[in-house]
């Protein structure tokens, strides 16, 4: 074999091996690179919808461990707070009663006394769980120790205050006929009992006190079974302490199912309506007062159930907080809680009879023995300023009459619970029935209750990681979609940048011998074989260097 032939051949052999190999980077190339979009449209897809359902994602992970069952921290926790619960009681004595009448250029006057402190130690007893529908029953029961340290004043301290015994009485006759009205009159007379009464702060709290018209009222209700005599003692605690009857039988959400259900009220006495009032504020709803729904907004209203108020009572957002290290919502009673109806159609229903009184009160009658019973915030605080204009010696403060509950908006759970409400007596002339007769129409206020919950640092602690861990998934999310754009930009961005860091010439075949076929770069126009003008992108090489055609 001649030696042309042998060049020839090793030539035609260099040049498949080159075509070959430059397939295989190719190839190769093209592998990484649709690798590459993938993955950075998978991160970017990825970031995207975490970032809009991370939260949701979260929930429903942490609903799948953080529902209340037994064994748990979290059912120890509910069933006994292991942090003390305070009940400050202000009393107020009315200072000139002798002088309530119509007529007198002399408004009520009273002085408020206190707080007297009670410690609360709260349980869950008669827990029964029920899997049909996640939820569980059960009992509040609740102890209160006297804390004379904490406390301004003796139980001891004598207080004159609304005579509830025999307005109650006398508002029971009202509307009969006046021999009716006459026997009543001439009872209370007998009895010495007038528009206030005085006794001990003890007396007027957990204790309470008898009163002849109780022990008439007990005897006469043997006889007609239209007269009701609740107690045998009357006091505004009374019965509360030690008591598992006293705030009702609740049914409660476990939040099995949903975590967003969990606490929220089922039943109240095997009931979904309280049979107290009529239509939507008759129902049993919100929650039960330790655990609230995930994923709070300032948009949110808070309900909770008070068996003491026969009605579940709004919240509504007002600030952001910091709370040990927390960033949380402070939710307080305002205007949805006291108006009559006028801003909020749907508290119509709370007006008994259909007579509403001025925003500020919110009558629970029905609810206490159609006693003439109204509950407003303490001194009157939010409430329209008849109410004060009537009455001498209340003064309300925000930061001292304020109800509110600040609540870590992830998880749900209360950080702090302050303030409380105020007990009202509307008085009002009835006529042929002295010494009701002769009293204007004013509502006396007699005690306030205010209660107080702050957990501590430790407990804080163990809410800390549901907001953390939400934020590390926004945080995730974000650097995914950021990792997701710079992936799918990385190969249009480096094939711009090569074609302008990298140069290129333009080269014409070359009039070839007929034993070579050899190009040489000469210039950047040469002629081409048959004169018609190719193309070639070229790479710069080293001048030593030949392109081998």
């Not at 052999?13 to 990484?32: D, E, N």
């Not at 330790?290 to 300032?298: A, D, M, Q």
């Not at 403060?397 to 749900?412: A, D, L, N, Y």
């Amino acid at each position: 074999m001649s030696n042309a032939k042998v060049e020839v051949f090793i030539h035609y052999i260099h040049y498949f091996y080159r075509f070959f190999v430059t397939m295989t980077k190719r190839r190769g190339l093209l592998l990484q690179n649709a690798f590459v979009v993938v993955l950075g449209w998978i991160c970017t897809l990825a970031g995207i919808y975490l970032y809009f359902n991370w939260v949701d994602v979260f929930t429903q992970w942490r609903g799948m461990q953080g529902y209340l069952r037994p064994g748990t921290q979290l059912f120890s926790i509910w069933k006994q707070l292991p942090v003390p619960v305070t009940l400050d009681v202000y009393l107020f004595n009315w200072t000139n009663p002798q002088e309530f009448y119509r007529g007198s250029n002399k408004k009520p006057h009273f002085v408020e006394l206190g707080p007297y402190r009670f410690i609360e130690i709260p349980d869950k007893v008669d827990i029964v769980w029920h899997t049909s529908n996640h939820s569980v029953s059960y009992h509040k029961k609740s102890v209160f120790h006297f804390d004379p340290g904490n406390s301004k004043g003796s139980l001891s301290d004598k207080i004159t205050s609304v005579n509830t015994v025999a307005l109650t009485t006398a508002l029971k006759f009202k509307d009969d006929s006046n021999f009716q009205k006459m026997l009543v009159a001439r009872t209370l007379k007998m009895y010495n009992a007038g528009v206030s009464i005085t006794k001990t702060a003890d007396e007027w709290l957990f204790t309470g006190y008898t009163d002849p018209l109780l022990t008439i009222g007990n005897l006469l209700s043997k006889f007609n079974k239209y007269i009701k005599v609740p107690y045998g003692r009357i006091g505004y605690l009374y019965g509360r302490n030690n008591s598992i009857a006293y705030e009702g039988y609740f049914n409660m959400l476990t939040g099995a199912d949903d975590i967003r259900k969990l606490g929220q009220i089922h039943r109240w006495n095997y009931k979904k309506r309280n049979g107290i009032f009529e239509g939507e504020c008759g129902q049993v709803k919100g929650s039960a007062g330790e655990f609230y729904p995930p994923n709070l907004t300032p948009q949110d209203t808070l309900w909770s159930y008070v068996p003491n108020l026969c009605q579940a009572i709004p919240l509504d957002y007002t600030e952001s907080v910091q709370y040990h290290d927390l960033t949380a919502y402070k939710y307080s009673g305002g205007e949805h809680l006291l108006d009559n109806g006028t801003l909020f159609p749907s508290n119509k229903c709370f007006c008994v009879g259909g007579k509403c009184e001025r925003s500020g009160v919110f009558n629970i009658s029905p609810c206490a023995y159609n006693t003439s019973l109204y509950m407003s915030f303490p001194h009157f605080y939010k409430a329209d300023p008849y109410y004060l204009d009537a009455i001498e010696g209340l003064k309300p403060k925000r930061e001292k009459h304020e109800f509110f509950m600040i609540v870590e908006p992830t998880s749900g759970i209360p950080l702090e619970l302050g303030g409380g409400f105020q007990i009202n007596y509307l008085f009002e002339p009835i006529k042929y029935l002295p010494p009701f007769d002769q009293i204007p129409r004013a509502f006396i206020p007699t005690v306030w209750i205010e209660t107080r919950l702050q957990l501590n640092r430790e407990l804080t602690a163990l809410i800390y990681s549901v907001p953390f861990f939400t934020w590390i998934g926004q945080i995730t999310s974000v650097v995914l979609s950021i990792l997701g754009v710079m992936l799918l930009c990385w190969y249009p961005v480096r094939f711009f940048i090569f074609s302008y860091t990298c140069p290129t010439q333009k080269v014409h075949f070359l009039s070839r011998p007929s034993d070579s076929t050899h190009l040489t770069k000469t210039s950047l126009h040469m002629e081409s074989l048959n004169d018609e003008e190719t193309i070639i992108i070229l790479q710069q090489k080293p001048p030593s260097s030949e392109l081998i055609s």
